[in-house]
């Protein structure tokens, strides 16, 4: 399945369905009066949360969704039936944003979350409605109310609880391939990772979920390479994982660079808790590893953890502390949110 985690979609409410202008005709009743009953009111358009979702891609095929507008009214007093709603179905972690791209309408994090977009018109009144002392045979009915109508943006950000960040070529598909079930596609090249993938790590008796994203390069914030157009999937994320490649040119240079790039695109990417990790140190001699490690904790500032994640040096250790910060995270997370936005 392809991955897409942006769409932009037309949404529609049904429109209220007009009144009737009837009479009662029976026998032996000649002065019935009026009895047209109302129109039906318009459906409404939902977006709830499905479980069983992981991608936008439904969305690349159909980008319009139209409720059912309401039935007319009829004689008898007969009101319309109501139009049939409309139903997006989105996978976890989806934004609702306006057209602008600015106003976050609704935040769809659990499945069975489920927020109303647009409202149906209520019907128009029949001509019954009407009758009066004074007006006791109208010969008018409303034509219904119309719905609404917007263009609303999806976007999808990965349910992660650790992001994996670094340049390209820096490991990130080997260890999340070693330590999960995942499969992503592992080669000798840059930019083999073009879509973000997602595996659930098992350290002794709890889980966690992490996130690979695509390497980033200088400038990436501009534009540069892939861009950071996939930094939204870790936003989410309880804390980083950056890997720096051992073997690389300027290892130093290499945190450098992503951590400027972290920062400079914001979301409150630079202020997360961050584990560094000194990649395929099976590669070098153990000496150059200690001291490229040591040089590493005294520019950043933090402990770094030797792995390899061909090898499976250092892997279990790093994944229990990555499991402590993920339970530290959900329990942050246990406080009361607000998911629903009604227009």
């Not at 109501?82 to 600015?102: F, H, M, N, W, Y």
Request: net charge positive.
């Amino acid at each position: 399945m392809r991955f897409l985690d942006e769409a932009k979609v037309y949404l529609k409410s049904g429109d209220g369905g007009p009144g009737a202008i009837g009479f009662r005709r029976e026998k032996y009743v000649p002065f019935g009066g009026p009895d047209g009953g109302d129109g039906g009111r318009g459906g409404d358009v939902f977006a709830e949360c499905a479980a069983d979702l992981n991608t936008l891609i439904d969305f690349r095929y159909r980008q319009h969704f139209k409720a059912e507008r309401g039935g007319h009214g009829a004689g008898a007093r007969r009101t319309g039936r109501d139009g049939a709603g409309a139903v997006l179905s989105v996978p976890p972690g989806t934004q609702i944003l306006d057209e602008d791209r600015r106003l976050l309408l609704a935040d769809l994090t659990e499945p069975g979350d489920r927020v109303l977009l647009c409202r149906g018109g209520s019907g128009g009144r029949g001509n019954a409605r009407f009758k009066t002392s004074t007006n006791r045979a109208p010969r008018h009915a409303e034509p219904g109310w119309p719905g609404e109508e917007r263009w609303i943006w999806l976007r999808l950000k990965l349910i992660a609880e650790i992001g994996l960040v670094g340049l390209p070529n820096a490991g990130k598909s080997t260890l999340l391939a070693a330590v999960s079930r995942a499969r992503p596609k592992i080669a000798d090249y840059p930019f083999t990772t073009l879509a973000p993938q997602l595996g659930v790590v098992g350290a002794d008796d709890d889980s966690f979920t992490m996130a690979d994203i695509p390497g980033l390069i200088e400038g990436a914030h501009r534009g540069a390479g892939l861009g950071d157009r996939f930094l939204g999937h870790v936003e989410r994320c309880s804390a980083l994982l950056h890997l720096v490649d051992a073997t690389g040119e300027d290892p130093l240079g290499a945190w450098r660079t992503v951590r400027g790039e972290l920062e400079a695109y914001g979301g409150g990417l630079g202020g997360k808790p961050e584990f560094l990790a000194l990649n395929k140190c099976d590669a070098v001699d153990e000496a150059a590893a200690a001291g490229l490690a040591a040089a590493l904790e005294r520019r950043s500032g933090r402990e770094v953890f030797r792995i390899s994640g061909a090898a499976g040096t250092g892997v279990k250790a790093l994944m229990r502390r990555l499991s402590q910060a993920a339970k530290a995270g959900r329990l942050a997370a246990q406080a009361p949110r607000e998911t629903a936005w009604t227009p």
